[in-house]
């Protein structure tokens, strides 16, 4: 169900994002992960993690403990805004890396805000930055991990190889040096080789394992790699919070200013044009009233209908506005209304023991209107159902048909245009809707009471 369903149909599209073109592989995940390029590229990342935190490291300290050292004079000021400026750039390279090798797309942090102009105004920005000193941390928690990130993955990566490749060993060393099998320790007393194919074979084995096993070692160390590039080199969750509101303080001043065009359109196009008919017509009418008053009594009828008329676009109009039956009886009787002007039956179910705020009782009301219209237009369902309820500080409002489905909120669809609105006010819009239906959009919003008069 969505405001374009025909842009779903006969192409299997859910409203869900699935990778289009996926290769399917005959070999299971466990066999083929020692020779993904995935795989690799983990290993290189966690190799060269030890060099280059071993650097951050150096130079973090280094410099934090110099302009600790200096603090007793003026110099120990610009020296510590170097050394976070310095974890600053070097933590943007960690995130280039993290990017290339782990495929990580990690945003870029709140940039400074320097207030004023000069270098004392700089160096303000850069000490009083949470950015900073997260890179900072970075710079000094990672070192330790990074190390026995390196051991960990050195070792098992060798030791499985080694452990595969023993066979090969075995045949060198009797081919080449003459020895009967492969020494594991030695004493003046005491030795023990591997010297016949059952001790070859489970050694090989076991080495499998270790290969094989080497893969998922590496990515769950890069997992924490991950957690801390992330949270100590990414953006701030209150910067994240802002672009957030940012972005939807646009989208609520987009969507207002489409409102108001669309208002102005059917103004315009619709009871205006009319009612400027209407003026003229009974201008005419006053004209031949003395003339023809039979003529001037048929105007006069045709008039009242247009008024009729114009009165019932002006009532549409206002209703697509902020109808009179949401604010005087709530939710329940402006579904059941909205309901009723559906072209298939519509079971309408209201569970709320007092009604929301005004502005969320009528995002809900207009987002179930839209749905139901789309269903009237695009579904070919026989049957619908609204499902409205509260769940602790979340409305739900859910919107379920037994039409054709394949609704989706594809770019340029009118449930991305319903999902951006919900998103302004932190709501939350899910479809399921398989192509043969039936079509299932849950639609959430934040619960605010209405405050007693």
Same mark, same amino acid.
């Given at each position: 169900?969505?405001?374009?369903? %025909?842009?779903?149909?006969?192409?299997?599209?859910?409203?869900?994002?699935?990778?289009?073109?996926?290769?399917?592989?005959?070999?299971?995940? %466990?066999?083929?992960?020692?020779?993904?390029?995935?795989?690799?590229?983990?290993?290189?990342?966690?190799?060269?993690?030890?060099?280059?935190?071993?650097?951050?490291?150096?130079?973090?300290?280094?410099?934090?403990?110099?302009?600790?050292?200096?603090?007793?004079?003026?110099?120990?000021?610009?020296?510590?805004?170097?050394?976070?400026?310095?974890?600053?750039?070097?933590?943007?390279?960690?995130?280039?890396?993290?990017?290339?090798?782990?495929?990580?797309?990690?945003?870029?942090?709140?940039?400074?805000?320097?207030?004023?102009?000069?270098?004392?105004?700089?160096?303000?920005?850069?000490?009083?930055?949470?950015?900073?000193?997260?890179?900072?941390?970075?710079?000094?928690?990672?070192?330790?991990?990074?190390?026995?990130?390196?051991?960990?993955?050195?070792?098992?990566?060798?030791?499985?190889?080694?452990?595969?490749?023993?066979?090969?060993?075995?045949?060198?060393?009797?081919?080449?040096?003459?020895?009967?099998?492969?020494?594991?320790?030695?004493?003046?007393?005491?030795?023990?080789?591997?010297?016949?194919?059952?001790?070859?074979?489970?050694?090989?084995?076991?080495?499998?394992?270790?290969?094989?096993?080497?893969?998922?070692?590496?990515?769950?160390?890069?997992?924490?790699?991950?957690?801390?590039?992330?949270?100590?080199?990414?953006?701030?969750?209150?910067?994240?919070? $802002?672009? !957030?509101?940012?972005?939807?303080? %646009?989208?609520? $001043?987009?969507?207002?200013?489409?409102?108001?065009?669309?208002?102005?359109?059917?103004?315009?196009?619709?009871?205006?044009?009319?009612?400027?008919?209407?003026?003229?017509?009974? %201008?005419?009418?006053?004209?031949?009233?003395? !003339?023809?008053?039979?003529?001037?009594?048929?105007?006069?009828?045709?008039?009242?209908?247009?008024?009729?008329?114009?009165?019932?676009?002006?009532?549409?109009?206002?209703?697509?506005?902020?109808?009179?039956?949401?604010?005087?009886?709530?939710?329940?009787?402006?579904?059941?209304?909205?309901?009723?002007?559906?072209?298939?039956?519509? !079971?309408?179910?209201?569970?709320?023991?007092?009604?929301?705020?005004?502005?969320?009782?009528?995002?809900?009301?207009?987002?179930?209107?839209?749905?139901?219209?789309?269903?009237?237009?695009?579904?070919?369902?026989?049957?619908?159902?609204?499902?409205?309820?509260?769940?602790?500080?979340?409305?739900?409002?859910? $919107?379920?048909?037994?039409?054709?489905?394949?609704?989706?909120?594809?770019?340029?669809?009118?449930?991305?245009?319903?999902? !951006?609105?919900?998103?302004?006010?932190?709501?939350?819009? $899910?479809?399921?809707?398989?192509?043969?239906?039936?079509?299932?959009?849950?639609?959430?919003?934040?619960?605010?009471?209405?405050?007693?008069?």
């Amino acid at each position: 169900m969505a405001a374009e369903y %025909g842009q779903g149909y006969g192409q299997g599209d859910t409203g869900l994002e699935y990778p289009t073109g996926t290769r399917r592989h005959r070999l299971p995940a %466990g066999l083929r992960a020692p020779f993904e390029a995935r795989s690799w590229r983990e290993l290189g990342y966690v190799l060269l993690s030890l060099p280059i935190s071993i650097l951050l490291f150096v130079y973090a300290i280094t410099m934090v403990s110099l302009g600790a050292g200096l603090l007793v004079t003026f110099l120990g000021i610009p020296v510590l805004a170097a050394a976070l400026a310095g974890c600053r750039g070097l933590g943007m390279l960690e995130r280039a890396r993290a990017r290339a090798l782990l495929k990580l797309e990690v945003a870029e942090p709140e940039p400074l805000r320097v207030r004023r102009g000069g270098f004392m105004g700089w160096m303000g920005a850069v000490l009083k930055s949470g950015t900073s000193w997260r890179a900072l941390l970075y710079a000094v928690l990672h070192f330790p991990w990074a190390g026995f990130s390196f051991v960990v993955a050195v070792n098992v990566w060798v030791y499985g190889w080694a452990l595969l490749t023993c066979p090969l060993w075995f045949w060198t060393v009797r081919v080449w040096a003459g020895q009967d099998g492969i020494q594991l320790y030695g004493a003046e007393t005491h030795h023990i080789y591997l010297d016949n194919p059952f001790e070859i074979t489970v050694t090989a084995l076991v080495g499998l394992l270790f290969t094989l096993a080497t893969p998922w070692i590496v990515r769950a160390l890069t997992t924490v790699d991950r957690l801390m590039v992330h949270g100590l080199l990414g953006p701030s969750r209150l910067a994240t919070r $802002v672009v !957030e509101l940012e972005s939807d303080r %646009g989208v609520v $001043v987009d969507t207002a200013a489409a409102d108001l065009r669309r208002i102005e359109r059917d103004l315009h196009d619709g009871a205006q044009a009319r009612l400027v008919a209407l003026a003229m017509d009974l %201008g005419l009418a006053k004209e031949k009233l003395a !003339e023809d008053p039979q003529a001037a009594a048929r105007m006069v009828d045709a008039a009242h209908g247009e008024v009729k008329t114009a009165l019932q676009e002006l009532r549409d109009l206002a209703r697509g506005i902020h109808p009179a039956v949401l604010t005087d009886r709530g939710l329940d009787a402006a579904l059941s209304a909205v309901a009723s002007r559906c072209t298939v039956p519509v !079971e309408v179910q209201v569970d709320l023991e007092e009604r929301p705020v005004p502005a969320i009782e009528g995002i809900a009301y207009f987002t179930v209107s839209e749905l139901l219209q789309n269903i009237s237009k695009h579904s070919r369902a026989t049957w619908a159902a609204v499902d409205v309820w509260r769940v602790e500080n979340r409305l739900m409002l859910q $919107v379920v048909d037994n039409g054709i489905g394949g609704a989706a909120t594809s770019s340029g669809s009118g449930l991305s245009g319903l999902a !951006e609105r919900l998103d302004a006010v932190d709501g939350i819009l $899910v479809v399921d809707s398989p192509v043969g239906g039936p079509t299932r959009v849950t639609a959430e919003l934040p619960w605010r009471s209405e405050q007693p008069r």
